[in-house]
């Protein structure tokens, strides 16, 4: 899987977050405007870039952006490591989301994190594995996590809604230091606004087997990028720093789009941090 933002885009975001024009990224890179103009579409420039003056204009490492330029990925990630976690890529409106569905293999109590763009990969999954839907947590409330919600809580009415959205009915916000159970894991939240007001990570625990704990962060944080600060960068980058990239190396980061990742990978990794 290709990673969500290409060079071009975290260039971009890196502008964005520190108020640099597009013709002052173009001269630190050592390349024209139109051909900065390329990159920042496509990703890709005939010309060689000047990563280190570049990076240093727009607040980047300029080692791991040229890392990503040359096709940096992270480890591919075997998830039946999870006992149990499944991944679903829902596709539509020219985008893919991520959606994730975790339950306990004694009780078949599961919890959905998010949902995509298509809710029957999940119906049928819940189906094969005889599983009871109990919670659908939401990571934040742009459309493309919640597009299937309404089908989802049309077959299962009875799943209780999490979320951090203060337009929500009380019954559905989560709780300060608030703990679900899930059979034998647990369910816990960190407030990651920034990409979004209402941006929840979700950290999924005790999992059989010693398996790493689960981060299940939205769009707050991509293999290699962040998500769209839409105004709020300085608050994005410090929720990251501090909720996301303390968790032990070893976590599992879950993003709505792209590759599953590690907190190790996007510490060594990541150009924004």
Known sequence: MQLEDHLGDIVRKACAANA??????????????????????????A????????????????????????????????VRHWRELRVFITAGEGLTVNCFLAWDEATREAALFDTGLDAQPVLDCLAAEQLQL????????????????????????????????????????????????????????????????????YLISNWPGGAPSVAVVGDTIFAGSMGNGNGAWELAQQKIREQILTLPAETLICPGHGPLTTVAEEKEHNPFF
């Open 47 to 78: 010309q060689k870039i000047n990563f280190s003056t570049l990076a240093h204009l727009v607040g980047l490492n300029a080692a791991r952006l040229e890392a990503i330029a040359k096709g940096w990925l992270p480890a591919p990630k075997d």
């Open 134 to 201: 109990k919670h659908i947590f939401i990571t934040h409330s742009h459309w493309d996590h919640v597009e299937a919600l309404p089908q989802l809580r049309g077959a299962w009415p009875q799943a209780q809604l999490h979320s951090g959205s203060h337009r929500a009915p009380a019954a559905q916000c989560n709780q300060p230091s608030e703990i679900i159970p899930l059979g034998g894991l647990r369910v816990t939240h960190r407030a990651t606004p920034g990409h979004a007001t209402d941006g929840v990570t």
């Open 20 to 45: 640099i024009a597009p013709a002052a990224a173009a001269r630190a890179a050592g390349v024209s405007e139109n051909e900065f103009a390329v990159l920042s579409e496509t990703g890709r420039c």
